[in-house]
């Protein structure tokens, strides 16, 4: 039975420094929910105080509305896979997967391999938990490795192992910290198709943790963004490209990175309206995806979009695309466009100078504290997920 968690203004300190401040959070039963930012921001905390295996400061972890944080770890009926798979090195496969079940269904005499089966009534539980282990490494595609010992392994099918081991435990909630990150990057692209594969097979609550944000974008039914021990904004993947409520949400999620450039230098820049021109007298940092920005002659005709002259300082190819690191001539500012290879073979660049256009509705606006303001009277797509303007 998959649960919904809850985490109420989670806080944790460590004598004068303050790992996580309120942390708050809603988890959907069955969803596939990811806690994304930078090393240090506290997404390794705050996963091992859901787990029990550290306590919090102040507030409450709920499960199904009710609170678990006077249960120990075992009690709270939740898997935890680490990037450090953990396994036990002189047991096989199969004894590392089976060892949740015999903790639970066989006494500490039954678990001991010469006793244990001399012991009546248990051969038939271990039947049952040999089946159970067959049925969960098919699940993981470990079937034929369950004799071997973790150290013939790849680094690949021990994380399977980890993951087989929690998902023979049928919990509530499984818990991962950066299950894939000591995996090879090819690897790692497989393995995340697997994850999400496999939470729609089980249908249970994933919270996952990673401070890759293409994992966390590629993956999850919802994405926390974390910063400085506080989730600053949770919303689906689409959500948070599209409507970043900050300007740190804005900066860590997309690659390459937004486009930020101050106002007043965008004011500079030639085009638009009149509109754009008024509110951009106020100081804030106007921000815009590298796919915005235009370098076709047609948008470069346009009078409602913004022109700026640039010369390019550096490409990559991407395959699909092409990335152009440009420098404007004007005012020195650094812009990064995307455009499809194909456009960029017949991109016009005489010197390599050439114009680049944005259209207004493309800009996003953030005020000094880096919060997302409205930019009010332009298209709507400028002002998306800002509920208090028309
Ligand atoms: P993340 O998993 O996001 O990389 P962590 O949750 O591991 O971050 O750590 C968050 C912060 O808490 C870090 O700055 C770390 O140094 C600090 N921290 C973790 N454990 C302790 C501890 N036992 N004592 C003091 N500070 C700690
Ligand atoms: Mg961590």
């Not at 004598?15 to 240090?40: C, H, I, N």
């Not at 299950?179 to 198709?193: F, G, H, K, Q």
């Not at 959500?239 to 486009?259: C, K, M, Q, T």
Request: charged share 25%; aromatic share 4%.
């Amino acid at each position: 039975m998959s649960a919904g968690v809850e985490l109420d203004r989670i806080e944790k300190t460590y004598g004068a420094t303050t790992t996580l401040r309120a942390a708050t959070l809603d988890v959907k039963p069955g969803e596939f929910m990811t806690l994304v930012g930078p090393s240090g921001c506290g997404k390794s905390t705050l996963l091992r105080i859901i787990a029990g295996l550290l306590p919090q400061t102040s507030g409450e972890v709920h499960i199904d509305g009710a609170s678990i944080d006077h249960l120990p770890p075992r009690e709270r009926d939740i898997a935890m896979v680490f990037q450090s798979y953990a396994l036990y090195p002189h047991m096989s496969v199969a004894e590392n997967v089976a060892t949740p079940l015999k903790v639970r269904r066989l006494s500490r005499m039954a678990r001991l391999p010469a006793l244990g089966r001399l012991l009546p009534g248990q051969a038939r539980t271990r039947r049952e938990i040999t089946d159970e282990v067959r049925r969960v490494a098919d699940l993981v595609e470990i079937g034929p490795l369950l004799e071997r010992k973790p150290a013939a392994l790849s680094g690949g099918q021990r994380q399977r192992v980890a993951l087989a081991r929690a998902i023979i435990r049928d919990p509530r909630v499984f818990l991962m910290d950066e299950p894939l990150s000591n995996l090879d990057a090819r690897l790692r692209v497989t393995m995340r198709a697997e994850i999400t594969a496999l939470h729609r097979r089980l249908g249970a609550t994933f919270i996952y943790v990673t401070h890759d944000q293409t994992e966390a974008m590629t993956m999850s039914s919802r994405v926390a963004v974390m910063m400085d021990g506080t989730i600053i904004q949770c919303s689906t993947p689409q959500g948070l490209y599209e409507a970043p409520e900050d300007l740190r949400v804005a900066r860590f999620i997309g690659s390459p990175e937004i486009n930020v450039v101050a106002s007043d230098t965008v004011a500079g820049w030639e085009g638009g309206n009149t509109r754009l021109g008024q509110l951009l007298q106020r100081p804030l940092h106007i921000a815009f995806r590298p796919e915005a920005v235009r370098l076709s002659a047609e948008s470069a005709a346009q009078t409602d979009m913004l022109h700026l002259s640039c010369h390019i300082e550096r490409t990559e190819r991407l395959g699909h695309d092409v990335l152009l690191f440009l420098r404007v001539l004007a005012d020195g500012a650094g812009v990064t466009a995307r455009i499809p290879a194909a456009d960029f073979a017949r991109l016009d660049a005489p010197g390599g100078v050439l114009t680049a256009s944005l259209h207004p509705a493309d800009l996003l606006a953030f005020g000094p504290d880096g919060k997302r303001v409205a930019l009010p009277g332009l298209a709507a797509a400028t002002n998306r997920g800002l509920s208090h303007v028309g």
